[in-house]
């Protein structure tokens, strides 16, 4: 070897020129390298799609008069879920049944109690809607709903239930309604 290589391996650049190579060199030979048998990684599920209804509102009409009209009514149902909540009705259930002085009760209480609009509709995640309820009751003498003395009433109280696609929640909620003479 010639004696001009020997003092440049023993200098310090020498030594600095194979340090910055060998530094180069490591990452890039120690890093690994995907072969086919490694397995490729799966993404994460989806989540579940979730439909949590929630009511609320005021449905306490308390006492009516006949022949008043309350139309302040108010129902509210919120999707909780992650996906679109599809309502599909409301079914209401009045507590008290049938009597001999009020043999269809039940009958005239769902023709007086009414939303104020269609009963299908869809929520979308996070949001509520508003539905709007009257009660006006009137006489039905073929139905013997007819106002009697000054304290008669008759109770339409009960329990509404909202029918819809929902995979958890609380889907009913209490009404009060009451026709006074």
């Not at 009705?89 to 049944?97: A, D, F, Q, R």
């Not at 009137?138 to 339409?156: K, S």
């Not at 329990?159 to 009060?176: A, K, P, Y």
Request: with cysteine; aromatic share 8%.
């Amino acid at each position: 070897m010639s004696s001009s290589f020997l003092r440049y391996a023993s200098s310090n650049a020498a030594r600095r020129s194979l340090l910055c190579l060998a530094l180069f060199v490591l990452p890039v030979g120690c890093t690994k390298k995907s072969s086919p048998s490694d397995p490729t990684p799966t993404p994460s599920p989806a989540p579940a799609a979730t439909r949590i209804i929630r009511l609320g509102g005021n449905l306490n009409f308390g006492g009516v008069p006949f022949f008043t009209v309350r139309d302040d009514g108010i129902l509210t149902v919120s999707n909780d879920g992650n996906a679109n909540l599809q309502v599909e009705g409301i079914s209401y259930v009045t507590t008290l049944s049938n009597s001999a002085a009020a043999p269809n009760l039940r009958q005239w209480c769902f023709d007086m109690f009414q939303p104020l609009r269609g009963v299908v509709f869809a929520v979308a995640p996070g949001d509520t809607a508003f539905l709007g309820f009257r009660f006006a009751p009137v006489p039905d003498p073929a139905r013997g709903m007819i106002p009697r003395a000054p304290d008669f009433r008759f109770d339409c109280s009960g329990t509404l239930t909202v029918r819809g696609d929902q995979t958890s929640g609380t889907n009913t909620i209490s009404v009060t309604i009451i026709a006074t003479s």
